[in-house]
């Protein structure tokens, strides 16, 4: 059953910094008229923190790579060699208003049934009993993420408010082929209209974004923007 009736896929083709991916991310959120699957890169390896994470306590447990906060929940991602995908559905939209771990369970049981038909077999919904306490997200699955056996295998965080819900997600420990996406989509929504360059009006929102909050040093430490 799929989770929409149109879905926007952007597969974005150049890596970026990580201001610039979660300023997308918002700027989509806030402008789309459709739910929006975006698929990004980085253009370096690149830690992303929850926004309720306290920087100053994860302190050196970090690696030595550049941190960006996210406007999302969860736990601290490396980002080296995952797939970087977000789910944006605007508030508008009816299924906005699914409850949030209604919208955890369906957005991975999709994914999981897509990667399981893409030859990984054993992926599956973490129950109870695979859950572990960690603020390292790929260490301690939550409930709901993807597991394969014992090994976390996508997990996310999200954000829901009157914008509408933004689901920001990690794969690792698998490589998928380039079409994986666009198979995910077609299974997500009965219509994918496909971008590939983002839109003039996104881009200039993201800009802003990126000088207003996300390349903000007060933002990183203490959640404060100029917005």
Known sequence: MTLFDRLTLHLDALPHDGAWNMAVDQAWLEISDVPVLRVYDWDAATVTIGYAQNLAKLGEALPGWPVMRRWTGGGVVLHEK????SVIVPGAHPWAETRPLDSYRLIHAALAEALVAAGFNGCRLAGPDDLIENPFCFVAPALHDVVRGKVKIAGAGQRRGKLGLLHQGSVQQVVVKSDFWRGWAAVLAEEVMLVNELPPQIAARAQELVEK???????????????
């Open 82 to 85: 995952d797939e970087t995908y």
């Open 213 to 227: 909050r996300y390349s903000l040093p007060q933002w990183l430490a203490e959640r404060e923007d100029l917005l």
